[in-house]
């Protein structure tokens, strides 16, 4: 009886939003391991130890790290103290659409979308550093009407914005009040 049955609550893997609010990280970070996992073999490639180990240290909050923030904890890992050691893995994972570059911060953040198709746009809260990607298919196609306009052809475009998340905004108005 399919009608009867309530509907799953949504799962918060699903939200986009879900950087801004407690919810079950572990699982957000299981879910994302595993989905990096089952890419890289499918595409013939290797999660390596140091590529893993920097794909968990992006994934411990839903915020971006420089790689010499990544650099540090890799070498606290044993995994040297070279440079080329976290840029190679950091580049790695965005190659393989498991992490992003945030161009604002000069920093790098885990996907929340690993393997699905989806051009993000970036919200950064300035009150916590949470960074969430919100489903950007409109911004990016008003994006190319707006350089169609004046006869540009957009070759890469990365939208990123600045702003407070909700918790962020509802302490502002407490601290106001
Ligand atoms: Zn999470
Ligand atoms: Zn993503
Ligand atoms: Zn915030």
């Known amino acids: 009886m399919p009608d009867s049955t309530p509907a799953d609550p949504p799962r918060a893997e699903d939200d986009p939003g879900r950087a801004f609010y407690s919810h079950d990280h572990g ?22 130890p140091v590529r893993r180990r920097t794909l968990e240290i992006l994934l411990e909050q839903h915020r971006a790290m420089g790689a010499y923030e990544v650099l540090d904890r890799l070498a606290e890992d044993g995994f040297g103290k070279q440079p080329p050691v976290a840029y190679r893995a950091l580049e790695f994972l965005v190659e393989q659409g498991l992490a992003h570059r945030i161009r604002r911060l000069n920093a790098f953040a885990a996907c929340a979308r690993p393997g699905e198709a989806h051009r993000p746009v970036f919200l950064i809260c300035t009150g916590c550093d949470a960074i969430a990607e919100a489903p950007g298919a409109r911004v990016y196609e008003a994006l190319k009407l707006a350089a169609r306009d004046v006869d540009f052809v957009i070759d890469r475009a990365n939208v990123e914005a600045v702003g407070l998340c909700p918790t962020c905004q509802s302490s502002a108005s407490e601290a106001r009040a």
């Open 27 to 48: 699982h957000c970070t299981t879910e994302a391991l595993a989905r990096a996992e089952a890419l890289t073999t499918a595409r013939g490639l290797r999660l390596t």
